[in-house]
């Protein structure tokens, strides 16, 4: 621990606040593209009709969709934590009754201590497949969930290991940046699928009316038909590419930030062999955490959909990955492990 | 009057470079503080923690009697050397708690020596809460020794350092291993001879 990782810690705080408020910002202008783009395509389409016929003239697509947007970001950020706890399942652990549990407890009190924190709340995620990840909004109100699996598989190094990389993510403020992030793309995927059904069912009944005012006065206009049909275009596909795009971006942001948690928790424990263990336990059971959804898939340690583009990096993976390579994690761990020796003098320079 | 527009600036900006450093200075001691109260609200914990251990296996141990008897020694120790704590009492609290450190892991190792003995469900327990009580301990330190050491570096570099006399900042002192004893490597006696 050195002052510089002092600084590193205070600009990755800052960091993370900047981000969460552009993300919320970025949000809310994609929902009123979303909005004022229909407006713009149906007012150019209204524009040359006679005097009685309907022109769009106030934009309330747009108005709405930004109050929507705003809406969804606001109650999104309020909620986030408890809606990724509540979509895993979790349960909250106050009273533990067995030795087990009260192991647990022990071990994010231990390491609330060692990295300087507020005792986060617990979380126990009913699946036998071992992962774990914290949720919350400050340091002051979080949360860290670990998986039954994780509990029964590891030792009690191992599980402080983990226990350190989660509040490694509490303490640099990930988990604000990634829970803001997970319950906007659950709002987008939600969102998506009721507009989907809502504009399909909506174009069917709404062509009688577009074809017949619209149609004839196309070959006229021919510039201006073509600028709408650009518009039109452009304004489905970002409706089509809503979700993945917001995929995109959970991916882009969780995959530098698990090799920083994993070096702060082994500066919290001093023990980084004891992560490297913990990761290649995960890493053998191969099963994918089936109680973690894709929605908040980036905030756990480990990739819990099993995907096969997290083992490489570069590519396709640095666009598709939510984690970094389990190999290139534990090497990393493990050359961590192998200065902390030879600083000691308990390793023959080699 | 471009010169002195040019002075005001930098005025300006030494200011609030200034008011940064200090403000910095003065979160870094607050820090240190309450990191230096954190280790003492755990030794707390521990002193508290001892009556009830000793307890629970004071019938099964009955012929462990010198270990045991060690810890509680140890233990009243330091709870003695703890309340007349000040800043000069340190080492002295330090050492204390160090020989108490000691005397419960011999009293651990003398307890795996026992299997029936761990087997009670109690005594389990109360091995992991000692366990997480000694961690706890050691976590606290290493938090106390981590945040002194930015406190003393930040008010030893420069330039931050020309504002460590405005924010009567002054270098605090690592949490060491006082005993020689403790710094050695343990000798663990495995041969499973009942002692003497």
């Not at chain 2, 900006?13 to 280790?39: D, E, H, R």
Request: charged letters at 20%; proline letters at 4%.
């Amino acid at each position: 621990m050195t002052d510089e990782t002092g600084l590193n810690l205070f600009q990755q705080q800052e960091a993370n606040r900047r981000r969460t408020i552009w993300l919320v910002i970025g949000f809310v202008l994609f929902f009123a593209w979303l909005g004022f783009g229909g407006d713009l395509i149906y007012w150019l389409s209204t524009r040359d009709g006679t005097p009685n016929t309907y022109h769009h003239t106030i934009p309330w697509f747009g108005l709405l969709m930004t109050a929507i947007g705003a809406g969804i970001a606001r109650y999104g950020f309020a909620t986030g934590p408890n809606k990724v706890l509540w979509s895993t399942g979790a349960r909250e652990l106050t009273e533990p009754a067995t030795d087990q549990e009260r192991q647990l407890v022990n071990v994010v009190e231990e390491m609330a201590i060692a990295a300087g924190l507020p005792r986060p709340r617990i979380w126990v995620v009913p699946d036998a497949d071992p992962n774990a990840f914290a949720t919350g909004l400050d340091q002051a109100k979080s949360h860290v969930a670990v998986t039954q699996g994780l509990i029964d598989l590891c030792s009690r190094d191992e599980l402080q290991a983990v226990i350190a990389h989660e509040l490694g993510h509490v303490k640099n403020l990930d988990v604000r940046l990634m829970t803001t992030l997970a319950a906007l793309v659950g709002a987008v995927a939600l969102m998506h699928d009721g507009m989907g059904r809502l504009m399909t069912s909506g174009f069917r009944s709404g062509r009688g009316i577009a074809g017949g005012g619209g149609g004839s006065r196309g070959g006229k206009k021919g510039g201006l038909g073509q600028l709408v049909i650009v518009l039109l275009v452009l304004w489905v596909i970002t409706w089509i590419l809503a979700p993945i795009i917001s995929q995109f971006l959970a991916m882009a942001v969780s995959r530098k930030r698990e090799y920083l948690a994993d070096a702060m928790g082994a500066q919290f424990t001093r023990n980084p062999m004891a992560l490297a263990t913990a990761l290649q336990k995960i890493e053998a059971a191969e099963s994918p955490t089936s109680t973690i959804k894709r929605g908040a898939a980036h905030l756990c340690i480990a990739d819990p959909l099993g995907r096969r583009v997290n083992l490489h990096e570069g590519g396709l993976s640095n666009l598709l990955a939510t984690h970094p390579p389990m190999a290139a994690r534990i090497a990393r761990l493990k050359g961590m492990a192998y200065q902390r020796l030879k600083a000691e003098g308990q390793f023959p320079a080699a | 009057m471009g010169g002195s527009l040019i002075l005001l600036i930098i005025l300006v900006v030494v200011v609030l470079y200034g008011v940064g450093a200090y403000n910095g200075l003065i979160n870094l001691k607050n820090q240190t503080l309450n990191a230096f109260k954190q280790i003492d609200v755990q030794l707390k914990r521990r002193h508290d923690l001892i009556p009830n251990l000793v307890n629970a296996v004071k019938g099964a141990m009955d012929f462990e009697r010198q270990t045991l008897e060690a810890v509680i020694q140890a233990r009243n120790q330091a709870v003695a050397a703890g309340a007349n704590a000040g800043p000069a009492a340190m080492k002295q609290v330090g050492a204390a708690e160090n020989q108490l450190s000691a005397a419960l892991s011999r009293f651990n190792v003398v307890v795996e020596q026992y299997p029936q003995l761990k087997a009670t469900a109690n005594v389990a327990q109360l091995q992991e809460e000692l366990t997480s009580t000694e961690n706890r301990i050691g976590f606290s330190r290493q938090a106390y020794n981590d945040t002194a050491t930015q406190y003393n570096t930040k008010q030893q570099q420069f330039p931050t350092n020309l504002f460590a006399g405005l924010a009567k900042a002054s270098l605090a002192e690592l949490w060491e291993i006082t005993d020689e004893a403790e710094r050695a490597v343990p000798q663990v006696d495995l041969s499973m001879k009942p002692k003497a």
